[in-house]
């Protein structure tokens, strides 16, 4: 009887640790928004525009690490990432000006993208056999919900205890321990002898003239932005419309005794529930078209934010919230790599979908810039919800004539 490969390899386990401490720190910039704003008496939009303009340099990061992992080595790429996430936060730390803070975060964004999805997943990937591939993609990305679950809460305890700069200080240490994994993070590139021979530029050429990719490009916008938006803004955003509600509720019970605490809650219940979600997603599309699970997603967050804005805003409706969004949080991530790996293959994966993250950031970048411009212009976040929830609706149209077939080596060699 042929022994069945193992689910759980040393380069899974490694790339579930950098990723869930990667986003457990960047989980939690939405917590630091506040006291940092009330500090220097900065507008919503300036320390929104710092959090939008790491987003952009993260996607903007992304293909470049891919590219970088796929020339120079996938351990290369996580050092230089995670030497320049440090950087960013501790330059970060000594920022006084909006100006200053908001370039020191294009740092904290590339760094973000050497220690994040792009390159992690394109290392799981390869490890993983073509059996257990899309587990260990829904695996590796639950892993980063796993680190929102605690990202945020944990701020939230650290600034009691420290000042933000010091916090700061603390996270970048956090990160530079991550290179000592890395010997574990040691992936084989299976590949046929025909796609090892085939170059980036062929490769990068067929995808962007085949529509399938362009549409999987667009879709991931709306991802992008609604994730963004209310990791960045959805604590301030319960701290100011439940500040009454939660002074006399039953959350006092559960030790949830302000709206800051509760809104470092609803962030770690969107981790928390994705976890599930995650992993079902990854389980799911090893059994069904990921096309046709990639619009019912966008389908649901659509509904779920929706239904959310025009509900009376209260405690329950914000916890009820956070579990339905985040059962469909991060479900999109194995779905999404899983399904450019099915059609172009796994030598160029990083790279590939590294430049279709990009639209996933600009989206990111678009949805916490809008929620501090809008907020400081309507004094409401309002407007910026019913926009995640139209190019929600887009997303979920887009996705329905991707061609799902896998693209032959020999067709992506001739069509150069």
């Known amino acids: 009887m042929e022994k069945q490969p193992s689910l759980f390899t040393p380069v899974l386990i490694t790339g579930c640790v950098i990723i869930m401490v990667s986003f457990a720190i960047r989980a939690s910039f939405g917590v630091f928004q506040i006291p940092i704003a009330d500090e220097f008496g900065w507008a919503r939009s300036e320390f929104s ?140 590139a299976p590949a046929s002898r025909a796609e090892l021979e085939e170059s980036m530029g062929q490769i990068l050429s067929k995808a962007f003239r085949d529509p399938s990719y362009t549409l999987i490009f667009l879709g991931f916008f709306s991802c992008g932005y609604q994730l963004a938006f209310v990791t960045a803004h959805f604590p301030a955003f319960i701290t100011e419309m439940c500040s009454p509600i939660v002074s006399g509720s039953a959350l006092h019970d559960i030790g949830i005794t302000t709206t800051s605490a509760l809104g470092a809650v609803a962030i770690s219940l969107i981790g928390l529930a994705n976890i599930a979600g995650t992993l079902a997603a990854g389980w799911l599309g090893k059994r069904y078209s990921k096309k046709y699970l990639l619009a019912s997603i966008y389908t649901g967050r659509t509904i779920i934010a929706a239904a959310f804005i025009m509900t009376p805003m209260t405690p329950s409706t914000v916890l009820l919230f956070s579990v339905a969004m985040g059962a469909l949080w991060l479900a999109t991530v194995p779905l999404t790599s899983g399904l450019i790996a099915h059609i172009y293959g796994l030598r160029y994966m990083g790279t590939l979908y590294g430049i279709v993250f990009f639209s996933h950031q600009l989206g990111s970048f678009f949805g916490v810039w809008l929620g501090g411009r809008m907020y400081d212009i309507h004094g409401d976040y309002t407007a910026v919800w019913w926009i995640g929830v139209a190019v929600g609706l887009f997303s979920a149209i887009v996705h329905l004539p991707v061609r799902e077939e896998p693209m032959p080596v020999a067709a992506r060699a001739s069509a150069t």
């Open 49 to 188: 525009l710092a959090i939008a303009v790491q987003n952009l340099a993260w996607g903007i990061g992304q293909p470049i690490f891919g590219a970088i992992a796929e020339k120079v080595g996938d351990r290369k790429a996580i050092i230089l990432g995670a030497i320049v996430y440090a950087a960013g936060l501790v330059l970060s730390s000594f920022a006084v000006n909006p100006e200053a803070h908001q370039l020191y975060e294009i740092l904290v964004g590339f760094g973000i993208a050497g220690t994040g999805f792009g390159v992690i997943l394109a290392v799981v990937g390869r490890a993983s056999s073509d059996e257990n591939r899309s587990m260990s993609l829904a695996i590796a990305t639950a892993a980063g919900s796993a680190g929102q679950v605690f990202g945020a809460p944990v701020a939230e305890w650290m600034l009691r205890l420290m000042p933000w700069q010091s916090v700061f200080l603390v996270f970048a240490g956090v990160v530079l321990g991550l290179v000592l994994l890395l010997p574990l993070m040691r992936a084989p």
